[in-house]
């Protein structure tokens, strides 16, 4: 069963406007970490922001906010302000304690567009 | 300072040929995991490496190994290749393994196997 599920296969965004990336998440552990990543042409991923199953607060770094809403087993990334250098597949991923906190269950991703 | 470097940046093989990928993780990290990206799909857990000892292993055959040096660098070995296996190869680096230990990946190697 997929554990991580990305709906948007891409999407375009204006430059200066928010968008949501989509994420759900299954897992039947109460500990579970959530990521997200950005990865431009060049193929290296790049860590965004985290947040961990218990934190009660919805995790922030800079332009990026995560969504985070529990009894949904929801992880949505939201990017204010958007810029050109935004474009980029982005997947969310899931770190499971059983798995010692090792391996990263990804999503298929989201190709995001931003247009001048 | 240096992120995780990983090497060589693409290589082209024969169906049938093994494959050696390196990574070196950023200094002071201990745990080094390695990943397969096919195109148009997010990657897919190999192997993780802990001081040395595996500590995880992904739906892989066991045409695919690795091994950690005491210096935390990593060998990806892919024997017996097969046309499935062109892929972006990716290995990522933490400092530990707490929940809230990001990981940093490399440029990853790509892969094309003819």
């Known amino acids: 069963a997929q554990k991580i599920t990305q709906t948007q296969p891409g999407m375009f965004v204006q430059e200066k406007e928010a968008v949501t990336l989509d994420c759900t998440y299954d897992?039947?552990?109460?500990?579970?970490?959530l990521f997200w990543y950005k990865q431009p042409s060049s193929g290296e991923m790049i860590f965004l922001i985290y947040q961990g199953s218990y934190d009660e607060q919805n995790a922030t770094e800079g332009r990026y906010s995560l969504n985070f809403q529990k009894a949904r087993k929801s992880a949505n990334l939201v990017i204010s302000a958007s810029q050109l250098g935004d474009s980029a597949m982005y997947f969310c991923?899931?770190?499971?304690?059983?798995?010692?906190?090792?391996?990263?269950?990804f999503g298929a991703g989201t190709q995001v567009v931003v247009t001048p | 300072d240096a992120g995780v470097t990983q090497s060589p940046t693409h290589l082209i093989k024969t169906r049938g040929q093994h494959v050696t990928l390196r990574c070196s993780p950023i200094s002071g990290h201990k745990s080094v995991s390695w990943y397969q990206q096919v195109l148009g799909q997010g990657p897919q857990f190999i192997f993780q490496?802990?001081?040395?000892?595996?500590?995880g292993r992904g739906n892989f055959p066991d045409r695919f190994s690795a091994r950690q040096f005491p210096n935390y660098s990593s060998e990806l070995n892919v024997n017996a290749l097969l046309l499935g296996d062109s892929a972006l190869y990716l290995c990522?680096?933490?400092?530990?393994?707490?929940?809230?230990?990001?990981?940093?990946f490399g440029p990853g190697t790509r892969l094309t196997v003819l």
């Open positions: 990522a680096s933490r400092t530990g393994l707490a929940a809230y230990n990001e990981q940093f």
């Open positions: 490496y802990y001081e040395k000892e595996e500590r």
């Open positions: 897992t039947s552990d109460q500990s579970y970490g």
């Open positions: 991923a899931m770190r499971e304690a059983p798995d010692s906190w090792g391996k990263l269950q």
